[in-house]
């Protein structure tokens, strides 16, 4: 065969070789992740303030309004005031009152029902509250005083229904449940609901039944189950339930946690976690009415529940899986779910978990007083926090099957307390829209059933006029206000094109 044979035989391999390679990197092209557009940013609203004499707390208010609560830092002290602002859905101020302070009182919690927000306010003496009533639609403020049972409950978090505040307390470390009736000064306990502090799942108040709920998880240490306790506003139980109803020690699945949806017994269903066996890692989720019937969906089995890893990671963690699986035995992931409370969705519920784990550091240190451990530092295994490495998104139908999932890579941050790090809300065409503050930064990202967005996205608060410029910022954060929307807020300091700069505390929209 001639030398031009084979010169052309070459050049047609190189010719299919580099257009198969090109046909394949456009598909990967295609693949690739879409850019998400940021929220909105068309209402806002500028408090004239300085973040040394002031401080703010938001708070979104049943009907879409927002509350604003001003503090003065030196109050413990001194005689001072607060000032409570109502701002409408257009961030338009509706009124503005003030309430003097009691002397050696300190904000410790606050929530609303339809009518009325309630502030409930600590004092030097531990068994004295003071619970501030203020009327939604006129601002008109009213307080009372409160004895709890003893010195040594520490109130952790508070519902009010038609008038009435449920409390979740703990005493050496139980749950403690109180009842307080604005008419009565003593706070009722509620001997309904038992448990150690962690076991509490959820405490919320049904805003169609008006019932209080709370799910408790319940364990003998080899299997596990939550209860379901409801109450009406008086402290009366409406119905306890359990789930499984039995607890069977044949079956490889373990009830932990779980979250309500609203509604009334017959519709109401449990979204959450299980595990395998007795241990602590969560397996997948699950979703059940209170009448027992669960349904259980493996993360194995999820579209994108691993979309945070790359796809060296996802291919190999599916192999084990698949190994797994021929083996009879499952794969066990060391991790756990931070459950969110669901939110209603137009397909049925959407519930937000963010996946965590515990985080250790070593730390060698030098034995000094036993020359027998002075040859090599021992090392010490220290607790440091908890590291969150990705939330998911799971849209299950009123009937509690599972339609879809997503997934959003975070940060890799460590905190020292376990709390939600996120915010999220369902805008009205089912998207589930996720964000976090970081630095003078909002992160975010879009959740929608079967597209991927990247997860590297943010923005930055806006200022009022396009030639302005924001020159520092401090105390900012963000809080879901109602469906797709979300409330900015923080401390700006501004400087115009013209003019002297201002300080100012902003509540910015941002919608998706």
Request: charged share 25%; with cysteine; proline share 4%.
């Amino acid at each position: 065969m001639s030398l031009s044979i084979h010169l052309k035989q070459l050049s047609c391999l190189l010719v299919i070789c580099l257009g198969t390679g090109i046909g394949a990197f456009a598909q990967q092209k295609s693949k690739d992740p879409e850019k998400p557009k940021a929220p909105e940013q068309t209402l806002r609203a500028e408090i004239v303030s300085d973040s040394f004499e002031e401080e703010h707390f938001v708070h979104p208010l049943p009907d879409s309004s927002v509350l604003v609560i001003t503090f003065d830092k030196h109050s413990w002290f001194s005689k001072s005031k607060t000032k409570y602002t109502k701002y409408s859905k257009a961030l338009k101020v509706l009124w503005t009152k003030e309430e003097e302070n009691q002397q050696g009182t300190d904000f410790h919690k606050i929530t609303s029902d339809g009518a009325s927000t309630f502030l409930l306010y600590t004092t030097r003496e531990r068994k004295k509250l003071l619970l501030y009533k203020l009327n939604n639609r006129t601002g008109e403020i009213t307080y009372t005083t409160h004895v709890l049972p003893n010195s040594y409950i520490y109130v952790n978090e508070i519902m009010a229904s038609q008038g009435k505040v449920f409390l979740s307390g703990v005493e050496n470390y139980k749950i403690n449940i109180l009842l307080i009736d604005p008419a009565v000064e003593d706070c009722r306990i509620l001997p309904a609901v038992f448990g150690q502090e962690e076991d509490l799942g959820e405490f919320r108040v049904d805003t169609l039944t008006h019932a209080a709920e709370f799910l408790v998880s319940e364990t003998n240490n080899y299997r596990s189950r939550v209860q379901v306790k409801r109450m009406d506003p008086k402290g009366d139980v409406l119905g306890t339930y359990f789930l499984p109803p039995r607890i069977d020690f044949s079956t490889e699945t373990n009830i932990q946690d779980g979250r309500l949806t609203p509604g009334d017994t017959l519709s109401k269903l449990i979204l959450g976690t299980y595990g395998y066996r007795e241990t602590t890692f969560a397996r997948g989720v699950f979703s059940s009415d209170l009448a027992g019937n669960i349904k259980f969906y493996d993360f194995s089995k999820f579209d994108r529940f691993f979309d945070h890893l790359s796809q060296r990671q996802q291919r190999r963690m599916k192999a084990k899986f698949v190994r797994r699986e021929r083996q009879g035995k499952p794969l066990v992931l060391r991790y756990r779910l931070l459950l969110h409370p669901i939110m209603p969705h137009p397909q049925g519920y959407a519930l937000v978990g963010e996946v965590y784990y515990p985080q250790y550091r070593q730390n060698s240190y030098y034995n000094n007083y036993d020359p027998r451990y002075n040859v090599d530092n021992t090392q010490r295994r220290n607790y440091d926090g908890f590291r969150f490495t990705h939330a998911i998104v799971c849209v299950f139908d009123k009937e509690g099957n599972l339609l879809w999932d997503n997934n959003y890579k975070l940060e890799g941050k460590t905190y020292a307390d376990l709390a939600p790090t996120i915010e999220a809300g369902v805008a009205r065409d089912g998207q589930v829209a996720i964000l976090y503050p970081d630095e003078d930064e909002l992160k975010f990202k879009r959740l929608l059933q079967g597209v991927s967005f990247t997860n590297n996205e943010e923005f930055e608060v806006r200022v009022e006029e396009t030639d302005e410029k924001r020159v520092d910022s401090n105390s900012e954060g963000v809080v879901h206000w109602y469906g797709g929307n979300f409330i900015a807020f923080g401390f700006q300091r501004i400087r115009p094109k013209e003019g002297k700069a201002r300080t100012v505390f902003v509540l910015q929209n941002l919608a998706f």
